[in-house]
């Protein structure tokens, strides 16, 4: 599972009952900055489909973690919690600076 920081963790399994990132990532009103992070240890998500999801206007950025697998907000939240931190922080600096 990708997990997108817009509040969201996006499907990326073909065959899952959830949307799938790239029509939703490829809508128009999509206005927030999105950043995503998944485990390279996922046995269902092809990490090249993940990486793959930079092309679109909205992600900043698609972090893999390595040795980490399908839930890396609950298998790693050493990594996780402090990448949304940062994340959210960059984005608070750049509302400041256009202000």
Wanted: hydrophobic share 40%; with cysteine.
């Amino acid at each position: 599972m990708a997990c997108a920081w817009t509040g969201s963790c996006l499907e990326t399994r073909s065959y899952s009952a959830g949307p799938l990132p790239e029509p939703l990532l490829e809508d128009e009103r999509l206005q927030a900055a999105v950043q995503i992070c998944f485990g390279e240890a996922d046995p269902w998500t092809p990490p090249a489909r993940v990486r793959a999801l930079e092309r679109f206007r909205s992600v900043r950025s698609v972090v893999g973690l390595p040795g980490v697998g399908h839930c890396p907000h609950d298998e790693a939240p050493g990594l996780v919690n402090p990448m949304i931190v940062d994340f959210v922080r960059s984005l608070n600096v750049e509302a400041k600076a256009a202000a």
